[in-house]
T-cell receptor, first 113, second 112 residues
Framework: NAGVTQTPKFRILKIGQSMTLQCTQD?????MYWYRQDPGMGLKLIYY???????DKGEVPNGYNVSRSTTEDFPLRLELAAPSQTSVYFC????????????FGNGTRLTVT | KQEVTQIPAALSVPEGENLVLNCSFT??????LQWFRQDPGKGLTSLLL?????REQTSGRLNASLDKSSGRSTLYIAASQPGDSATYLC???????????FGTGTKLQVIP
């Protein structure tokens, strides 16, 4: 059982470039999330989705975009990368929103120079 | 706005010791509280989830308690082992959109 899979594991971008972080889960979870983790800070929610075709902004959505065309996949798009987007990005999923644990992927470490 | 605090930020103990990690939150109207473990370069692994109606949850050597009225939770680790070395984070689910708010974690080192 793979759980939540994120690719790539590492990426270096130049300022202004774009990229897509991939996330897929095989647990048939409706709820999916994107977080960023910066040193000394708690995880911050970027975007979330409550099911295929439905997405909404979290705390720090600026500079990012998402789509949810299937239950399994929840890619995160960075347009015009900036140094402030240097971070570790985690994708997570859960069976429901309030009563079941979050399952996390292993993260993507992104550096923007 | 919900805020979650974990003190201390780092803790070092000798192997075999029993230890307690602390988590406090400002808004007691929560749906649940979760404790996670994070190993270096890895994602978070859920250890225990306590529903708002529960007082504690146990899994092996781990016991988590919840006191909503005081806005506190503790994670008790019995007979600590070097393999327990990791960062432990707590997170609470609260608010109209059931938002999950994370603490910044306690980095635990268990010395052999």
């Amino acid at each position: 059982n793979a759980g939540v899979t994120q690719t790539p594991k590492f990426r270096i971008l130049k300022i202004g470039q774009s990229m897509t972080l991939q996330c897929t889960q095989d647990m048939n979870h409706n709820y999916m999330y994107w977080y960023r983790q910066d040193p000394g800070m708690g995880l911050k929610l970027i975007y979330y989705s409550v099911g295929a075709g439905i997405t909404d902004k979290g705390e720090v959505p600026n500079g990012y975009n998402v789509s949810r065309s299937t239950t399994e996949d929840f890619p995160l798009r960075l347009e015009l990368a900036a140094p402030s987007q240097t971070s570790v990005y985690f994708c997570a999923s859960s069976y429901d929103q309030g009563n079941s644990p979050l399952h996390f992927g292993n993260g993507t470490r992104l550096t923007v120079t | 706005k919900q805020e979650v605090t974990q003190i201390p930020a780092a803790l070092s103990v000798p192997e075999g010791e029993n230890l307690v990690l602390n988590c406090s939150f400002t808004d007691s109207a929560i749906y649940n509280l979760q404790w996670f473990r994070q190993d270096p370069g890895k994602g978070l692994t859920s250890l225990l989830l306590i529903q708002s109606s529960q007082r504690e949850q146990t899994s092996g050597r781990l016991n988590a308690s919840l006191d909503k009225s005081s806005g506190r939770s503790t994670l008790y680790i019995a007979a600590s082992q070097p393999g327990d070395s990791a960062t432990y984070l707590c997170a609470v689910t609260s608010g109209g959109y059931q938002k999950v708010t994370f603490g910044t974690g306690t980095k635990l080192q268990v010395i052999p």
